[in-house]
Nanobody, 126 residues
Framework: QVQLVESGGGLVQAGASLRLSCAAS????????MAWFRQAPGKEREFVAGISMSGLSTYYADSVKGRFTISRDNAKNTGYLQMNTLKPEDTAVYYC???????????????????WGQGTQVTVSS
């Protein structure tokens, strides 16, 4: 079993930056692909960014490409999402997810991830 705990959310103004962290336990994170999803009120959970098990592949939603960066530190069993130039439309609960995946493959559907964190709120004011 894998436990994921997110941290780093908060209330910021448009244009600011935040870094989310996802600490994994119960299984070595180097054997897992990791991703970030987000869910705004009244909307479906959407893929934001993912990083493959190897760390050699990353993939981003078009809405965050160029502003967000996903990374991982396997020595710390932790994944990160650096969010720059935040916009009000980035406001959502952000979830970390993990799955045993391929060396390069990055799933983008929530159903492909069996492990989830509890979520952390990110609010961007205009």
């Amino acid at each position: 079993q894998v436990q994921l705990v997110e941290s780093g959310g908060g209330l910021v103004q448009a244009g600011a930056s935040l870094r989310l962290s996802c600490a994994a336990s119960g299984r070595t994170s180097s054997t897992l692909g990791m991703a970030w999803f987000r869910q705004a009120p009244g909307k479906e959970r959407e893929f934001v960014a993912g990083i493959s098990m190897s760390g050699l592949s990353t993939y981003y939603a078009d809405s965050v490409k160029g502003r967000f960066t996903i990374s991982r530190d396997n020595a710390k069993n932790t994944g990160y999402l650096q969010m720059n130039t935040l916009k009000p439309e980035d406001t959502a609960v952000y979830y970390c997810a993990a799955a045993a995946g391929g060396y390069y493959y990055i799933p983008t559907r929530p159903s492909e991830y069996p492990y989830w964190g509890q979520g952390t709120q990110v609010t961007v004011s205009s």
